[in-house]
């Protein structure tokens, strides 16, 4: 079955230090891949997404994403963290041959940023 | 754009009461997800709808729960009767993943306290 790990549970980074939050997929076929922010007291809101068309990927608020097929991992990147940063981050897939809508969610990640 | 419109955003009731929960959907979309999010669990997906039928409905916890679709722009979740444990955050999405990725729109959720 289809799983996706994120691997810590909480992120603690300093203001302007590097943000990198792992994800990894279980999936023969490289599936459509997801970020999700939620900041307190929200819903889930679209960071970025992979749909093949490019490995590096490009989201809001700075935040880019790469796919490696060879690692199944589509790691979240920010070269600078910012107070405004802190939530809590899910990865989500979507397997190709499931022309459903059904999204896997990690366990999320819960970013602090410490000033 | 409308987004997905949750109500209420905020429910406090006491144990044994009826609790109805409301969504409404991005127009066009095929798809809608009930989940539900604690600091235990995680999100948990309960639900899901395709062109107003329940596809998947083996998250729901207990009988207790009950979810309908009258229509596509309408869905409802029913705790009766409510119990403490159900106190969590419940959040409606949906999806058209015909057109495009699939990723899921969400709402601001609807925070249920059962006292």
């Known amino acids: 079955a289809q799983s996706v790990t994120q691997l810590g549970s909480h992120v603690s980074v300093s203001e302007g230090a590097l943000v990198l939050l792992r994800c990894n997929y279980s999936s023969s076929v490289p599936p459509y891949l997801f970020w999700y922010v939620q900041y307190p007291n929200q819903g889930l809101q679209l960071l970025l997404k992979y749909t093949s068309a490019a490995t590096l990927v490009k989201g809001i608020n700075g935040f880019e994403a790469e796919f490696k097929k060879s690692e199944t991992s589509f790691h979240l990147t920010k070269p600078s963290a910012h107070m405004s940063d802190a939530a809590e981050y899910f990865c989500?897939?979507?397997?190709?041959?499931?022309?459903?809508?059904?999204?896997?969610f990690g366990q999320g990640t819960e970013l602090s940023v410490k000033p | 754009d409308a987004g997905v419109i949750q109500s209420p955003r905020h429910e406090v009731t006491e144990m044994g009461q009826e609790v109805t929960l409301r969504c409404k959907p991005i127009?066009?979309?095929?798809?809608l997800f009930w989940y539900r999010q604690t600091m235990m669990r995680g999100l948990e997906l309960l639900i899901y709808?395709?062109?107003?039928?329940?596809?998947?409905d083996s998250g729901m916890p207990e009988d207790r729960f009950s979810a309908k679709m009258p229509n596509a722009s309408f869905s409802t979740l029913k705790i009766q009767p409510s119990e403490p444990r159900d106190s969590a955050v419940y959040f409606c999405?949906?999806?058209?993943?015909?057109?495009?990725?699939?990723?899921?729109?969400f709402g601001e959720g609807s925070r249920l306290t059962v006292l």
């Open positions: 999405a949906s999806s058209f993943p015909g057109r495009d990725t699939g990723e899921l729109f």
């Open positions: 127009s066009g979309h095929d798809y």
């Open positions: 709808f395709n062109n107003n039928v329940p596809i998947d």
């Open positions: 989500a897939v979507r397997p190709l041959y499931n022309q459903g809508g059904k999204l896997i």
